[in-house]
């Protein structure tokens, strides 16, 4: 998959049983709830990392910048990241 970046890659190759790998949940959760993926190690996961957006005032925030943070706020809570 030219183009595509390493971490894309890494996932599909699992995907296709080329071996185990090491995903954010977050990326790999669809493949895991349909089957596609199998949970292995769950006692020996990474800790969860903080994520923080962080922008100068309200103000000058464009508001794509607002609803881009928005977004992510809400995918990506309750997940283990």
Do not use: K, Y
């Amino acid at each position: 998959m030219p183009g595509q970046p390493v971490l894309v890659q890494a996932t599909a190759a699992v995907l296709h049983g080329a071996g185990i790998g090491l995903a954010p949940l977050w990326q790999v959760r669809q493949d895991l709830d349909e089957g596609r993926l199998e949970l292995l190690l769950p006692a020996h996961e990474p800790p969860p990392i903080r994520v923080s957006a962080v922008w100068l005032g309200s103000s000058g925030t464009p508001a794509r910048t607002r609803l881009f943070v928005d977004m992510l706020s809400h995918r990506l809570a309750g997940e283990r990241i």
